[in-house]
């Protein structure tokens, strides 16, 4: 087995889900790179597997693709392993994946351990269709801005988050989405598996109060089925709920827009509750 690509998913904790052919294939192959070389060390070491270790992440990421491909070019069996889970899905490898396949090297993937799926299952929202989203932007502004463009998908929506971020990103996603069924699943396959459903208010106002550690999924229910002549009682009572959130008037329109309402009428109906109606 030369001059090919591995890409091998590991454990995201439970080192039993480490399938027998993933270590077959760790053992064929020339080179590792490696999210990070001793997290990976310690995984090889115990399983007794000793293989040239590189690293490749974030930071070097094009580099080290790089030098990946030149092993490959010279007939080595690479390995592409991360910290945890897939490569390549919300981690480091898709370039490496992507430039090995325009190459026309042999490119093997491994089913094995990522966290998506067991989070849909266990959110108990329908688990067909869904889109995987990852990671958001970091900033709440950004952040409103990518969920605007997928409020209107009527799938089911899985997103990563980290934990010192998890209070805001639902916030946020409360506000763009409105208050859709939801549930936060975290440490999947360690001792303090946790899974906590709820709407995205009640998550929200949870993970404010009560900040969450580990790795964490976020599972959001898809767009509700709207009528396309929403009653007015309707939206004068969305529009209170969100200022009775302390969201703005626009914030409001922007939410109630992805919900079938018109977004100036619900602008104007935010204004005149608030006392600031435009003369």
């Known amino acids: 087995m030369s001059a090919r690509l591995l890409i091998i998913p590991t454990p995201i904790g439970n080192l039993g889900d480490m399938t027998t052919r993933a270590l077959e294939y760790l053992q064929v192959a020339d ?52 910290d945890a889970g897939t490569p390549g899905i919300s981690d480091p490898g898709a ?3 992507r430039s090995a396949i325009e190459q026309g090297v042999p490119v093997e993937a491994l089913p094995g351990p990522q966290a998506m799926l067991p989070a849909l299952l266990l959110s108990g929202l329908p688990p067909a269709p869904f889109a995987f989203v990852g990671f958001l932007p970091r900033t709440s ?7 605007a463009e997928i409020a209107g998908f009527r799938l089911t929506l899985v997103f990563y988050e980290a934990p010192h971020r998890l209070a805001a990103m639902l916030a946020d996603c409360w506000t763009a989405l409105g208050d859709r069924p939801a549930a936060v699943v975290r440490e999947i396959s360690k001792v303090h598996e946790e899974t906590r459903r709820g709407t995205l208010g009640e998550l929200a106002t949870w993970a404010k109060a009560d900040p969450p550690r580990g790795e964490i999924v976020v599972v959001v229910g898809g767009a509700p089925v709207v009528a396309l002549d929403p009653r007015p009682e309707d939206l004068a009572t969305f529009v209170a709920e969100g200022l009775a959130r302390g969201e703005s008037p626009a914030a409001i329109a922007r939410a109630a827009k992805n919900l079938g309402h018109a977004r100036q009428e619900a602008y104007r109906e935010a204004l005149r509750q608030s006392g600031k109606e435009e003369t």
């Open 31 to 82: 080179v590792v790179y490696a999210e990070d070389t001793r997290r990976t060390g310690v995984l090889l070491q115990h399983f007794g597997i000793r293989k040239p270790l590189r690293s490749l992440f974030v930071g070097n990421e094009k580099g080290r693709s790089l030098a990946a491909l030149a092993d490959l070019q010279e007939g080595r069996t690479v390995a592409l392993v991360s």
């Open 95 to 97: 370039f490496l994946i």
């Open 141 to 147: 502004a950004a952040r409103r801005a990518a969920l």
